[in-house]
C-alpha cells in the first residue's frame, strides 16, 4: 500500500534540477498550480501509456526525466538525507549520491507507477503564506476507494517553485532514507554510501528487488 501511494509523488521527486524547454508550459510560480499541472500531466500520460502500465523501466525514466526534470530539486534532497555528511563530500561524490539515488528512486518504485491508472487526486486547499520561501502541498490519493493524504514540500528558487520532499503515511521520503545514509557513511565513507547504491540498483536491474 505505502509504495503504491508514492507513485504519484515520486513522479514528482525523482530528477535533476534543471530547466528545460517542457518547463516553459508550466506555470512554477504557485506551489499548489505547479504540483497540480504537473501531477495532473505525468498521470493522464501514464494512463494513457500501455508502456508504463507494464512497468517498462525505460519508458518509465524518460518519462520522468522528460515531464518532471523541470520541477525538482533532487540535488537538495540528497543534500538533506545526506545532512552534515554532503559538506565533507567532493562534488564528484555529490553528483554520484544523488545519481544512485535518483536511480533507485525510479527502480524501487517503476512498479508503483504502472499503477497510476488506478488511481485519481484529490488536491486540498492550500495554506501558504505570502513571501513563504518554504510550503507545503497538501493532496488525497485514492486507490479503489482508499484514501490517503499525501504531501509535497516545495522550496522557492529563481527558476519558480520546486519539489524536494514527500511525505505518505506520516513518513518523509528524506527522513526515511537519513539514518540508512549515515550508518553506511559511518560504516564504509562516502564512497561506501555511493557503491553501496550503486550494488542495490545493479540488483535491481537484475531483478532482485
Given at each position: 500500500?505505502?509504495?503504491?501511494?508514492?507513485?504519484?509523488?515520486?513522479?514528482?521527486?525523482?530528477?535533476?534540477?534543471?530547466?528545460?524547454?517542457y518547463a516553459?508550459?508550466?506555470?512554477?510560480?504557485?506551489?499548489?498550480?505547479?504540483?497540480?499541472?504537473?501531477?495532473?500531466?505525468?498521470?493522464?500520460?501514464?494512463?494513457?501509456?500501455?508502456?508504463?502500465?507494464?512497468?517498462?523501466?525505460?519508458?518509465?525514466?524518460?518519462?520522468?526525466?522528460?515531464?518532471?526534470?523541470?520541477?525538482?530539486?533532487?540535488?537538495?534532497?540528497?543534500?538533506?538525507?545526506?545532512?552534515?555528511?554532503?559538506?565533507?563530500?567532493?562534488?564528484?561524490?555529490?553528483?554520484?549520491?544523488?545519481?544512485?539515488?535518483?536511480?533507485?528512486?525510479?527502480?524501487?518504485?517503476?512498479?508503483?507507477?504502472?499503477?497510476?491508472?488506478?488511481?485519481?487526486?484529490?488536491?486540498?486547499?492550500f495554506r501558504?503564506?505570502?513571501?513563504?520561501?518554504?510550503?507545503?502541498?497538501?493532496?488525497?490519493?485514492?486507490?479503489?476507494?482508499?484514501?490517503?493524504?499525501?504531501?509535497?514540500?516545495?522550496?522557492?528558487?529563481?527558476?519558480?517553485?520546486?519539489?524536494?520532499?514527500?511525505?505518505?503515511?506520516?513518513?518523509?521520503?528524506?527522513?526515511?532514507?537519513?539514518?540508512?545514509?549515515?550508518q553506511q557513511?559511518?560504516?564504509?565513507?562516502?564512497?561506501?554510501?555511493?557503491?553501496?547504491?550503486?550494488?542495490?540498483?545493479?540488483?535491481?536491474?537484475?531483478?532482485?528487488?
Amino acid at each position: 500500500m505505502k509504495k503504491m501511494m508514492m507513485a504519484p509523488l515520486l513522479a514528482c521527486m525523482m530528477a535533476f534540477t534543471s530547466v528545460g524547454a517542457y518547463a516553459q508550459a508550466v506555470d512554477s510560480s504557485q506551489p499548489d498550480a505547479l504540483i497540480k499541472t504537473v501531477t495532473t500531466e505525468v498521470m493522464n500520460e501514464a494512463k494513457s501509456d500501455s508502456s508504463v502500465q507494464s512497468g517498462d523501466i525505460g519508458r518509465i525514466t524518460q518519462l520522468v526525466n522528460q515531464k518532471i526534470l523541470p520541477y525538482t530539486d533532487f540535488e537538495r534532497t540528497t543534500q538533506l538525507t545526506m545532512g552534515r555528511y554532503w559538506r565533507q563530500a567532493t562534488p564528484a561524490q555529490r553528483q554520484q549520491v544523488t545519481e544512485q539515488f535518483k536511480t533507485l528512486l525510479i527502480r524501487t518504485y517503476s512498479g508503483a507507477i504502472a499503477q497510476i491508472r488506478n488511481q485519481t487526486v484529490q488536491y486540498l486547499p492550500f495554506r501558504g503564506q505570502d513571501g513563504a520561501s518554504d510550503a507545503v502541498v497538501r493532496t488525497q490519493v485514492n486507490n479503489n476507494g482508499q484514501p490517503v493524504e499525501l504531501d509535497y514540500r516545495l522550496t522557492k528558487t529563481a527558476q519558480g517553485w520546486r519539489v524536494y520532499d514527500i511525505n505518505v503515511l506520516g513518513a518523509w521520503l528524506i527522513q526515511a532514507y537519513q539514518q540508512q545514509f549515515a550508518q553506511q557513511i559511518q560504516q564504509n565513507g562516502i564512497d561506501g554510501l555511493i557503491r553501496f547504491l550503486t550494488t542495490r540498483n545493479q540488483q535491481l536491474a537484475n531483478g532482485n528487488g
